[in-house]
């Protein structure tokens, strides 16, 4: 069975810092790549970071940039959103996400990613 496994979320003030984890079973891990998206309320869905499992390679929209650092532990199958510097517009439901497409992660297209995770929020009060 394919899990995808977000925790980590919580309140925190601005300028604050959570740490998300994701923990993935059930697939090849090293074939994918993982991103991450968030959904404010009344808002689409967007993607915030993606890293390449094989490639270790990764991309932040450019709304979390420099704030933002995605990591995995590939021995885990774990990913890691380290978000520093927090903003009340970075509250949302996070999500992480699975695509085959190492090299496109970072166009985050909603229906090229494979499976998800249950979502965990954030809430960043000011």
């Known amino acids: 069975e394919v899990q995808l496994v977000e925790s980590g979320g919580g309140l925190v003030q601005a300028g604050g810092s959570l740490r998300l984890s994701c923990a993935a079973s059930?697939?090849?891990?090293?074939?994918?790549?993982i991103g991450w998206f968030r959904q404010a309320p009344g808002k689409e869905r967007e993607g915030v970071s993606c890293?390449?499992?094989?490639?270790?390679?990764?991309h932040y929209a450019d709304s979390v940039k420099g704030r933002f650092t995605m990591s995995s532990d590939n021995a885990k199958k774990t990913v890691y959103l380290q978000m520093d510097n927090l903003k009340p517009e970075d509250s949302a439901v996070y999500y992480c996400?699975?695509?085959?497409?190492?090299?496109?992660?970072?166009?985050?297209?909603?229906?090229?990613?494979?499976?998800w995770g249950q979502g965990t929020q954030v809430t960043v009060s000011s």
């Open positions: 059930g697939f090849t891990f090293d074939d994918y790549a």
């Open positions: 996400a699975a695509t085959r497409g190492t090299y496109t992660c970072s166009n985050y297209v909603i229906s090229e990613y494979d499976y």
């Open positions: 890293l390449s499992i094989s490639l270790g390679m990764t």
